[in-house]
Nanobody
Framework: QLQLVESGGGLVQPGGSLRLSCAGS???????IGWFRRQAPGKEREGVS?????????HYVDSVKGRFTISRDNAKNTVYLQLNSLKPEDTGVYYC????????????????????WGQGTQVTVSS
C-alpha cells in the first residue's frame, strides 16, 4: 500500500519561503497528487494545489496563485510544493494525498476522497 511522507515544514516569518516535499514509498507516476491544508483545528481542510499524474494539469486555490508552485519529480517519487511570499493565514498543517483514479485536478482539490494520505507537516508563518 502506498505510503506518503511530508517534510519541509517549519516556522517562517511573513514574506518568507518554504519547500514542502511529499515522498512516496513506491513509484508515483500513476497517481494524481494533491496538497491540502487545515488552517486551524476544527476548520475544514482546503485543497491548495493538485497536479495530474503526467504533470501537465495543475490547479491552485485562488488564495495561493502566484505564490505557491507545485511540481513533481517522478524519478525521485517526490512531489514538491514551493511556498513563497508566505502570509500568517498560510499557517496550518499541510498534507499530501495521492489518487490513482481518472479525475480532473480541480475535482481532486475540491473533494477529499483520495485514498492515500500522509501524516502532515506543520507550517507556521509568524513574526
Amino acid at each position: 500500500q502506498l505510503q506518503l511522507v511530508e517534510s519541509g515544514g517549519g516556522l517562517v516569518q511573513p514574506g518568507g519561503s518554504l519547500r514542502l516535499s511529499c515522498a512516496g514509498s513506491e513509484f508515483l507516476l500513476p497517481y494524481n497528487i494533491g496538497w491540502f491544508r487545515r488552517q486551524a483545528p476544527g476548520k475544514e481542510r482546503e485543497g491548495v494545489s493538485c497536479i495530474s499524474s503526467s504533470g501537465d494539469r495543475i490547479h491552485y486555490v485562488d488564495s495561493v496563485k502566484g505564490r505557491f508552485t507545485i511540481s513533481r519529480d517522478n524519478a525521485k517519487n517526490t512531489v514538491y510544493l514551493q511556498l513563497n511570499s508566505l502570509k500568517p493565514e498560510d499557517t496550518g498543517v499541510y498534507y499530501c494525498a495521492a489518487d490513482p483514479r481518472v479525475l480532473t485536478v480541480e475535482t481532486m482539490c475540491w473533494k477529499f476522497t483520495a485514498p492515500y494520505w500522509g501524516q502532515g507537516t506543520q507550517v507556521t508563518v509568524s513574526s
